[in-house]
């Protein structure tokens, strides 16, 4: 079944270790208004930002005014610090009023939390069937979005968990800043072929509709690595694969996520 929502997953914003968006000397957001204006399709949509972890006032003070300065008017933050969510009830009626759900914070935090409850299904159902609805998630909370997360550990075969599977085809890297990152993501691509491996740069976006049909937004860059042609080869003195592409998505740039094929 193709979905009728959109996904939005926002990149590694050039932030504080611990804030997800910091305003420039000049007040407007590191992150882009192109970016930002993708969060919802109207300027007094509902959208709700469910934060997982403890944050401080002032980078709710901040988050408050990056979307104020691009024109929203509709939105809140939602917590969801506890294990055990003590009224399911009162955090799905807020989602069912939400044209965008917006995850912040530690990923792995989120799917230990959503897991237990009916919100993850809610959601789910919202995502198939509202053609209106968007989930987006920003810097570590775009982790959560697919099927399975890469995590921060450099141990690639130890570097994969259960997401919340929006997004099943795919292993995507918010944070690839570093040249670390990439040979972290192409090595777990090649030991998991059927999945595409995004890396987002800095102020960089992927809108992903119907499923597969995806964009580039921002000012940075997307590099898709594909391992599904891959053949290992040997020689006495190393392993080494062959076949593995890789593509470097720019603004406007769009890619199907099924075969890898850019447009």
């Known amino acids: 079944m193709i979905p009728a929502g959109r996904l939005l997953i926002i990149g590694n914003t050039k932030c504080t270790p611990h804030l997800d968006i910091t305003p420039q000397k000049t007040g407007y957001p590191l992150l882009s208004?192109?970016?930002?204006?993708?969060?919802?399709?109207?300027?007094?949509?509902?959208?709700?930002?469910?934060?997982?972890?403890?944050?401080?006032?002032?980078?709710?003070?901040?988050?408050?005014?990056?979307?104020?300065?691009?024109?929203?008017?509709?939105?809140?933050?939602?917590?969801?610090?506890?294990?055990?969510?003590p009224d399911e009830d009162y955090y799905l009626k807020r989602l069912s009023k939400a044209k965008t759900i917006f995850f912040v914070g530690d990923q792995s935090r989120t799917y230990d939390?959503?897991?237990?409850?009916?919100?993850?299904?809610?959601?789910?159902?919202?995502?198939?069937?509202?053609s209106g609805f968007t989930i987006a998630g920003m810097s570590l909370g775009a982790l959560c979005i697919p099927g399975i997360m890469l995590v921060g550990r450099e141990d690639s075969s130890s570097g994969m968990i259960p997401g919340l599977g929006f997004l099943t085809?795919?292993?995507?890297?918010?944070?690839?800043?570093?040249?670390?990152?990439?040979?972290?993501l192409a090595s777990t691509v090649?030991?998991?072929?059927?999945?595409?491996?995004?890396?987002?740069?800095?102020?960089?976006?992927?809108?992903?509709?119907?499923?597969?049909?995806?964009?580039?937004?921002?000012?940075?860059?997307?590099?898709?690595?594909?391992a599904r042609n891959v053949?290992?080869?040997?020689?006495?003195?190393?392993?080494?694969?062959?076949?593995?592409?890789?593509?470097?998505?720019?603004?406007?740039?769009?890619?199907n996520l099924m075969n890898g094929e850019v447009a």
């Not at 690839?176 to 990439?182: A, N, S």
């Not at 020689?235 to 890619?255: A, D, H, P, Q």
């Open 113 to 130: 939390i959503l897991k237990r409850s009916g919100i993850i299904r809610f959601l789910y159902r919202k995502y198939m069937f509202d």
């Open 33 to 85: 208004p192109d970016i930002l204006h993708c969060l919802a399709k109207e300027k007094d949509d509902r959208i709700e930002i469910i934060v997982s972890d403890a944050r401080s006032d002032s980078f709710k003070k901040e988050c408050r005014d990056a979307l104020t300065e691009t024109g929203f008017s509709n939105f809140d933050f939602l917590h969801i610090h506890d294990l055990n969510l």
């Open 169 to 184: 085809h795919c292993i995507v890297d918010s944070q690839f800043v570093h040249k670390t990152r990439f040979e972290k």
């Open 231 to 255: 053949k290992k080869e040997s020689n006495e003195s190393s392993v080494y694969v062959k076949n593995l592409k890789g593509r470097i998505l720019i603004n406007g740039c769009t890619i």
């Open 190 to 226: 090649i030991q998991h072929r059927e999945f595409l491996g995004l890396g987002l740069g800095s102020d960089t976006a992927l809108i992903i509709e119907k499923g597969w049909f995806a964009s580039c937004r921002g000012t940075g860059t997307i590099m898709v690595i594909n």
